[in-house]
DNA sequence: CGCGATTTGTGCACCTGTTCACAAGCGCTT
DNA sequence: AAGCGCTTGTGAACAGGTGCACAAATCGCG
């Protein structure tokens, strides 16, 4: 399937820039009004940029990013139109200033400060992550509720009690978090958070949390995944079985092709 | 923000039942055509409906199940539609066969084998991850390309080398398996993880995999996560350091009230 | 300097998915 | 048995997203 699922399939609406005060504002030259679609895609194709740049590369078609980031040339191309013009027809998309601008919209050009909450079997793996550091994040903080954990030093960054989010947040001005706790725990944690002004939270946890409509809250569930790469399996194999009895019927018909040819037109 | 955001919202389309030899097939009874966008949210119905039936109910209203998964009620009532009626107007669901139901449609009646390839970091923590055989997964074979991994027991299990992929991959049926290598090796072991026999990968490392039409490729990217929420973040403060302006020039033109009345209307 | 090859940017038709709003159906009560 | 309140299931309108197909723009070359 060369078409690959990224996530986030469900609940997407609207445009983004669209919101509440943007009566006053319209929409900025400096801040473009992106779908929503459109986004979720940019990181990939950000990716993709930085992968061609240091293979040599000052240019690439739209037809070669798209390639690259696994969507089809016109929805690149859409994509890229949204953020200004930055190609050359006959030619192609220059990296560099396109990578500049990229990151400009995603907000990458400072060094967002992240906090990590729940240092466990997971969350040890996600704060020794190195693709944190090299996207554009930093991990400003740890933190858990088991006091054992609490001082242990992870990648050079010491693990802190929940019950310093309120001051950490503030004197690092943290304003993402990663939410790696127990399902359990998971929606006392994001309160701490979101009262001690964290505004967006990645959810590890199988739990859909339930905070102030102006909190961005990211989801991710292996098991939904997997569950819904199960569902495939399901179809192929149901699909599968069908297909052989129905030409198993056919055959015994005795006109097997002149039946499908019948059905399908 | 209560509608939460669970992965995939790029490059879906399409009836998932409409697949290739359907002419011959039609929609099996079944096995339904369920929209993409459906299938995405069957799983997080299922751990709402398993927590509700854990915490003592036998129904629930799609009100409450809607509010359970984070999902409006319309759309979770057409979404279960989709799998046949197994609500009572007036009164609700019954649990107890829905759960069966759509664990019946996700190919969850048997526990399926999953591989895993690539014990780091990151393997590690999926490797012991509970909540793998809990929705039910079963964890059948690790892989390494690390001699000095090879034969570490975790979990009960010993991690084997990817050399012994082809033969382990049949001997215990295994369809699906989970990527955690560096994205430098991801292709090559997808393509030996295809060729024997894998049907469905879901890939950690940040690359687009180049397979066959045939397998299902999901992909999960912590950073492309995080670049989202960056973007959110970027949006939120450009708006609001837009409106400060905005205010601002009102006050000094006097009738800031009057001014965004005027722009709004 | 003009022409052909190339590639972008986009109008448009199509399609999927979401949401509203309400008729139909069920059970409980009187 | 009829009425009432509640909740499902769905038709229909809408919104958003995708992809085709082509005109417009640019480059290189003769
Ligand atoms: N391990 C995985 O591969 C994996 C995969 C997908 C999802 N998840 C989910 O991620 C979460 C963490 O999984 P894990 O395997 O790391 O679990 P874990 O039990 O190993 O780690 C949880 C950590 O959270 C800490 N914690 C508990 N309550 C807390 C609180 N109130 N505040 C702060 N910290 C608290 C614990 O002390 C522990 O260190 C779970 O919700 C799990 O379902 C894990
Ligand atoms: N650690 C994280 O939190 C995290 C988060 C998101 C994504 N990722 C991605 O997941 C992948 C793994 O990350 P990690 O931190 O665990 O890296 P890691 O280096 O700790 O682990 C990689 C493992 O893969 C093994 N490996 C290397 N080549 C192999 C091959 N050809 N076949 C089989 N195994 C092979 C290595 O021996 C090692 O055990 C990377 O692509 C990373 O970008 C990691």
């Known amino acids: 399937m060369s078409q690959q699922r990224t996530g986030h399939e469900a609940g997407i609406t609207g445009r983004v820039g669209a919101v509440t005060p943007s009566a006053v504002l319209g929409s900025q030259p400096d801040f473009p009004d992106l779908p929503e679609a459109t986004v979720a895609r940019l990181p990939e194709y950000l990716r993709a940029l930085h992968h061609l740049a240091e293979t040599g590369h000052d240019t690439v078609s739209s037809e070669g990013l798209a390639l690259a980031a696994g969507v089809n040339s016109a929805k690149l191309r859409k994509d890229l139109s949204h953020l200004g013009s930055y190609g050359t027809r006959g030619v192609g998309y220059d990296i560099e200033p396109l990578v500049g601008q990229i990151e400009y919209i995603l907000g990458l050009n400072k060094r967002r400060a992240v906090a990590l909450v729940g240092v466990g079997n997971l969350g040890h793996a996600l704060a ?36 310093d989010i309120p001051e950490v947040v503030k004197s690092e001005a943290i304003s993402i978090a990663v939410l790696a706790t127990p399902a359990g725990a998971a929606q006392a944690v994001a309160d701490q958070l979101v009262a001690a002004g964290v505004t967006s939270i990645l959810n590890f946890a199988p739990v859909v949390l339930n905070l102030p409509e102006q909190v961005d809250v990211r989801k991710v569930d292996l098991a939904v995944e997997l569950q819904i790469l199960s569902f495939h399996e399901h179809r192929k194999s149901a699909r599968g079985a069908e297909l052989a009895k129905a030409m198993a019927r056919g055959a015994v018909n005795g006109s097997p092709v002149a039946t499908l040819g019948e059905v399908a037109a």
């Open 128 to 163: 020794g992550y190195a693709g944190f550091a090299s996207r554009g994040f930093r991990i400003a903080a740890l933190f858990d509720a088991d006091l054992t954990r609490v001082g242990e030093l992870i990648n050079g960054i010491a693990v802190r009690h929940i019950g």
